[in-house]
């Protein structure tokens, strides 16, 4: 099904731009970190490949497709280098690394949902780890770095929610016959314009009801817990 999607050769340049993204922002925030050369390297490592290994090995696509294709482990070693020695002008230009990364968390989540449908899952485990593909490496990043995930934090823009509506958005595709180039097209420019929304807007997930807990809300302390 995905090759209908998108050509092979489309596909893979994609992969590659999202992987890239996703290294970026796993490599600065070991330089935020002080990590060595091999720490920086690890990080983007993690966070451009851990979403994909973690769906591959679960829907027993083996060896994932991060070891069988040399560009794939290439590319955040390439973001490594690139932040290594320009660390400084990389994070002037976040927020344009912001809306890249965007871009490959609504790719990903498309992507990620619809290889997992192809082995045989059915549409909510599909869309499970169509999320898992788009934000499973970000999750990897944050806890070797030793945060607290962003993806369960209260004080970070919503991450997790616009992919969990690209993947649904497949699975109902899927579900009513009708997942094509231009609606799989569609699903990422969902999950696309919500994240980039949320970000401009700060949008956040409501916390629990009628919350009267004494802990801090200090983003600092929160992560230190």
């Known amino acids: 099904m995905l090759h209908d999607l998108f ?40 966070t451009a490949l851990g979403g994909g290994l973690f769906r591959d090995l679960i829907i027993g696509a083996v060896p994932p497709a991060a070891f069988t294709d040399l560009g794939y482990f290439l590319m955040p070693l390439v973001a490594t280098v690139l932040v290594f020695f320009l660390h400084p002008h990389v994070e002037r230009t976040q927020a344009a690394v912001n809306v890249f990364d965007a871009a490959g968390l609504g790719l990903f989540c498309v992507t990620g949902t619809t290889k997992a449908y ?3 899952l059915g549409l909510t485990a599909s869309a499970a780890l169509g999320l898992a593909t788009a934000v499973g490496g970000g999750v990897l990043r944050d806890v070797l770095a030793n945060e607290v995930p962003s993806l369960l934090r209260w004080d970070r823009d919503l991450y997790a929610v616009p992919a969990i509506v690209g993947a649904t958005t ?18 990422v420019l969902a999950a696309f314009v919500l994240r980039l929304l949320a970000m401009r807007y700060h949008w956040r997930a409501p916390r629990a009801w009628n ?7 200090e983003p600092e302390k929160a992560t230190a817990q």
């Not at 999202?18 to 002080?34: T, Y």
């Open 211 to 217: 919350r009267r807990s004494s802990a801090s809300e």
């Open 118 to 120: 192809d082995y045989g």
């Open 7 to 46: 050509t092979p050769s489309v596909q893979h340049a994609l992969d590659l731009v999202g992987i890239f993204v996703f290294a970026i922002s796993g490599a600065l925030l070991a330089v935020r970190k002080n990590f060595d050369v091999f720490g920086i390297a690890v990080l983007a490592e993690v």
């Open 170 to 187: 497949v699975v109902l595709c899927i579900r009513f016959d009708t997942l094509n180039a231009f609606t799989s097209g569609a699903a």
